[in-house]
């Protein structure tokens, strides 16, 4: 019966924990259910999940991506810097924050894969130099229309209404970030699962070793997750801007803990005990219901941290008290 039990709460502990989150938050407050709360969630999570899906990919190769957070707001201050002082078309400002995700995966990659410097100190470094980058190119100082530059003048340009529905418009009455992140993680989930791309990334995660002997290129695998986190980590920072309509800087700062424990609540999500898309979507979901909840009671913004550590031991006591126990 402990057995079964343990069991149980491994495979639906997390599915458990969002429901009975949602029922006491809908008691305690009769708008907690309402569409357009429900809404709200959704659309704050999506920039989560997006940066979530990215160290998702860097997990499943048995790496991790702490440059995420500092991703996020280097691109969403370049893609401010883009439209305000440099008033560029709106391809311009899509395109050239995706590049600059690719190129700082590029540079986790070459520091793990051929420096071999173990990830976490290797993105740890890349974090804070990304993070002086966009200090350095703002001067510190965030990006608005019609701020003041340091000669006295006033920025020429504006953000542009089309990247502002981006982040703020709707599509058939949803919201266009909710549209794109539930895309987003059909289309990742697709990929891992179904593609040879995606399976061969699992098996380098699991068991490099083999991985190289069965014929994967597994330097390969691992620099094409990381390139992944990176893109992933940059939309991110794009659907920031765009929500917000300003770049801010250390936008990404708090985005990485949440991203972290949304990976690592998913790992028990239906029992996979492993790095999935649809439990980081779902680890997501709980982070941003406890939020909301948690602002809709009025409690003070700095006790927030302390709600999400707790969610991220308790989720990694369940995954690897498990993992243990088979293993045993």
Known sequence: MKDKLLDYSYKYGALVIIAAVFIVFSIVNEYFLSYDNITDILRSISIVTFVAIGVTFSQIVDGFDLSVGSTVSLTTVVAAAMMVWYELPLAFVLVAPLLIGAVIGLLNALLIVKVRIPDLLATLAVMYIIGGVHKTYTKGFSIYNNMQMQDGTKAPGQFLESFKWIGQGKLLGIPV???????????????????????????????????????????????FAYVLSGIFAAIGGVLFAARVGSGQIDAGSPLLMEAVAAVF??????????????????????????????????????????????????????????LNRRRA
């Open 177 to 223: 970030p909710v549209v794109l992140m539930l895309l987003a993680v059909i289309l990742v989930h697709v990929f891992l699962t179904y593609t040879r791309w995606g399976r061969q990334m699992y098996v380098t995660g699991g068991n490099r070793e083999a991985a190289r002997l069965s014929g994967i290129s597994v330097n390969r695998v691992r620099t």
């Open 265 to 322: 609540v998913g790992y028990s999500v239906l029992g996979a005990g492993k790095p999935n898309v649809i439990g980081t979507f779902f680890g997501a979901v709980l982070i941003g219901v406890l939020l909301n909840g948690l602002t809709m009671l009025n409690m003070p913004y700095y006790a927030y941290d302390i709600v999400k550590g707790t969610v991220l031991v308790l989720a990694l006591s369940i995954t690897f008290i498990h």
